[in-house]
């Protein structure tokens, strides 16, 4: 299959070259992979991701590479475990996995035939040291359940739990394993030594990343020998596909009604989902840092539970969305730990009975009113995100049918976190992980309160600490699902009900014809990584 070169632009399209920042090295890097005859070889593939892809502080796994709010697998590195295509786990280095029956203790067995790329054996002593570093380093991933990981021989490491935590396997999955005997943190992140499929070939910051296959990867040979990756803003990606000069770009909704010769539209199902937090509390409380927390409108139950029905969820798919999304009815819609119960049925007519009964009757004036007040909303969103705030407005004009008044209003995430206490906020959430629903849900030890929004329930944290300290992980799923709703309480629209759920985003990527993307498990939240968990078994017709 014949396929373009990436290469600078030149002449009419000289300003896109210029949008990524070409630079001689990374011409003569990109043209490396273009034969005599102009056909790049079968073996490359060149990926434009957003800016926001690139990872500020390097390829190193203890600032975050591989994981936090945009979990991937850090392909330069190796994990012990990795997740499935059905979200079950998996392994990569290890070859067994046990813990205790109380929890405290995760027994891991690792292959011996693995090798760092500069020829050093990885062992039991690289993994602890990992862990280690990992614990006292990583602003991004909570590590606050590990003590300590020792290796016991070159195979074995054991890892000593502060506290029980079932979905550890989940954590190792994204945690990518350096070299104890080379690693320094002001170095490792531009210069990373790695075990993976791909070694980093070139960085060159704000622009590109090179990756090339590992020659000595224990396991099967990467098919895509050379991966580019090109960070660029949406506008750019798009116009580098229309020139050819990319494979896969990521886009969004917004140009998903455009065509691009030679390439095709393709949507990879995720658990990206948006969706506005409700206070659970009355207004009148500040917290210890002095901030608004509570919401008189709703921290009534039946008010929270009518905005919930009264969102028609496959409108906003088919307006804002361009069809490319499913339904969101909780944070881990298609997750195994995920409770059906959680689904709800459009009903604009319940929704109006519920505010009816909470005391919000309808005026003349197609208002409602109670005790001489208004029903209002106010709606925060992200600035600079569109689909955000489309869908913040389109919520907005549904709720007002119902006689809610409503106005929306776009923040900065410098203010967006504590505005949100009093305030509903349209968020991004979703993860490879149940702890996703233990972040939202759960209250914090001491304040009495979940972290992201004023709401507490002693049964659903009873739900969720009992997950977790369960002995087997595949057992532990119930638990979750019943901390979503156990037949008399959760978080659910018979329950609680303190976050409404929109929709899950599908994540679009332009795809040049001929690329054959291997099968995509359902991504997380964050557009960016996640599409080349397996590039390593893309390939060429």
């Known amino acids: 299959m014949k396929r373009k070169g990436i290469a600078c632009l030149l002449a009419g399209t000289l300003l896109l070259g210029s949008l990524w920042g070409c630079s001689a090295d990374s011409r003569s890097q990109a043209d490396s992979s273009v034969s005599a005859e102009g056909e790049s070889h079968d073996a490359s593939v060149v990926v434009a991701m957003g800016p926001t892809s690139e990872p500020e502080a390097g390829f190193d796994p203890a600032f975050g590479w591989g994981a936090g709010e945009h979990v991937h697998e850090p392909l330069i590195q190796s994990t012990l475990t990795v997740t499935n295509t059905d979200l079950t786990i998996g392994y990569d280095l290890a070859t067994d996995v046990s813990v205790s029956e109380d929890g405290l203790t995760w027994t891991v067995t690792i292959r011996d035939d693995v090798y760092f790329t500069d020829g050093d054996p990885l062992t039991a ?20 359940m590990l003590d300590q990981a020792q290796a016991l021989d070159d195979t074995t490491v054991v890892f000593t739990m502060n506290r029980p935590f079932s979905i550890w396997p989940y954590t190792m999955a994204v945690v990518g394993i350096v070299p104890a005997h080379a690693y320094d943190p002001a170095t490792y992140g531009t210069n990373p030594i790695g075990s993976g499929r791909y070694i980093l070939k070139q960085w060159d910051r704000g622009q590109q990343v090179i990756l090339e296959a590992n020659p000595d990867y224990y396991g099967e040979k990467p098919a895509m020998e050379q991966v580019t990756i090109l960070f660029m803003e949406e506008d750019a990606a798009f116009l580098a596909a229309q020139a050819g000069q990319v494979d896969v770009a990521y886009t ?71 069809g490319y999304g499913t339904p969101a009815y909780s944070v881990c819609d298609q997750m195994p730990w995920y409770n059906e119960d959680s689904q709800v049925v459009y009903d604009p007519e319940g929704a109006a009975a519920l505010l009816d009964e909470a005391g919000w009757l309808l005026g003349e004036d197609g208002i409602r009113k109670k005790d001489g007040k208004q029903a209002e909303l106010v709606l925060l969103y992200s600035q600079g995100d569109s689909v955000r705030q489309a869908l913040a407005v389109d919520f907005a004009n549904q709720m007002e049918e119902l006689g809610i008044v409503c106005s929306v209003e776009g923040v900065g995430w410098d203010t967006a976190y504590d505005r949100a206490l009093s305030t509903p ?51 532990s799923y119930q638990l979750w699902q019943q901390a979503q709703w156990n037949g008399t309480t959760g978080v659910t629209q018979e329950g609680d009900i303190p976050w409404v759920w929109l929709v899950n985003i599908d994540h679009l990527y332009w795809v040049r014809d001929g690329l054959q993307v291997a099968e995509q498990k359902i991504h997380p939240h964050g557009h960016g990584w996640s599409v080349v968990n397996n590039v390593d078994q893309w390939s060429w017709e």
């Open 252 to 322: 969004s909704a917004t140009y998903s009604m455009e065509t691009v010769e030679g390439y095709s539209l393709a949507s990879y199902a995720s658990v990206d989902n948006r969706g506005f937090n409700l206070p659970a509390i009355p207004a009148g409380e500040v917290n210890e840092n002095g901030v608004p927390v509570g919401n008189d409108f709703t921290s009534d139950v039946l008010v929270r539970r009518a905005l919930n029905i009264g969102v028609d969820r496959q409108e906003m798919i088919d307006n804002v969305l361009n």
């Open 125 to 144: 002593e690289d993994v602890a040291f990992t862990y280690n570093t990992v614990k006292e380093s990583s602003s991004v991933n909570d590590f606050t």
């Open 425 to 475: 906020l349209l968020w991004g959430w979703g993860a490879h992980s149940p702890m996703e629903l233990y972040n939202i849900y759960h209250t914090l030890p001491g304040t009495g309160s979940a972290q992201y929004s004023p709401y507490a329930n002693e049964a659903v944290d009873a739900a969720m600490d009992e997950a977790l300290a369960c002995s087997d992980l595949e057992e």
